[in-house]
């Protein structure tokens, strides 16, 4: 349970601070960009699949090892073909959001141990995540030109989510998860 909470302290901490180093100085920031999302996924995914592997509940382990997936799939794409990354980035950005947000909106209604604020939070990162998703989506010059801001509104606000998760989850999580 504690490493839980520390996990995701940290993880939000790492979030905040990455969308205040984008939101700040955007220019310049693509290439870097590109490994970091790369990395944050491969760690996403690996989260995902611990949780998938942890879970009692049928409907929350395929939904995580569908996370697991995807999220491993667009790490490796970024850190490994950065160069491809870059040409299709609008639209790997795109879905990735899209299926962060949903994943993020599901979560607040049949995640164990979600109410009050967190579910608020959740459904206004998923609603956010699949706006920006969507737009992206469908326009591709937009994507790419708004690319570094919406990277930075989306790291800050996973990360504020992150961390008052952190503070909310019940003390037997582990027997719910």
Known sequence: MKN??????????ISLILGFLVLTSPD???GSMITIIGILNIVAAIASAYLAYKTKFSELRSRE??????????????????????????????FWIIFSSARAFMSAFWQVGIS???????????LFGLYVGFVMLLDPALSIGSFVFFVGF???FDGIIAIVSAFMLPKDITEQV
């Not at 839980?4 to 901490?13: F, P």
């Open 154 to 156: 989306y790291l800050v």
């Open 28 to 30: 310049g920031k693509l």
């Open 116 to 126: 009050g604020l967190m579910r608020v939070l959740y459904v206004l990162l998923g």
């Open 4 to 13: 839980i909470k520390i996990g995701l302290i940290v993880l939000g901490i």
């Open 65 to 94: 090892i569908l996370n697991a997936v995807l999220s491993a799939i667009v790490g490796l794409i970024f850190l490994f073909d950065p160069a491809a990354s870059a040409v299709s980035l609008g639209f790997i950005f795109a």
